[in-house]
């Protein structure tokens, strides 16, 4: 019989704006303590609200952006 009181997993929610750090660790399929590094690294924004770490989702684009551009190969000039 299926748990009807499971919580739904929110880290697919595009509507959220902001993350838990399990959520946005989810959404780059890393780890939660690879996802505190990046934060306490400054590589991924977060917000503090009261005692809560709060990853802004657009963080979580900007990361993959920079990312994605820093191991773009480079093409030689001839």
């Known amino acids: ?3 009807t009181h499971a ?3 929110h ?4 509507t959220l704006v902001l993350l838990t750090v399990e959520e946005a660790a989810r959404r780059l399929s ?3 303590t690879t996802c505190f590094h990046l934060i306490g690294s400054g590589q991924l924004e977060s917000v ?3 005692h809560l770490r709060r990853v802004p989702a657009e963080a979580v684009h ?3 952006a920079r990312l994605r551009k820093a191991n773009r190969p ?5």
């Open 1 to 3: 019989m299926p748990d």
């Open 7 to 9: 919580t739904p997993s």
């Open 11 to 14: 880290a697919a929610d595009p």
């Open 48 to 50: 503090p609200i009261g």
């Open 30 to 32: 890393i780890g939660r």
């Open 62 to 64: 900007d990361f993959l």
């Open 74 to 78: 480079t093409s030689a000039a001839a």
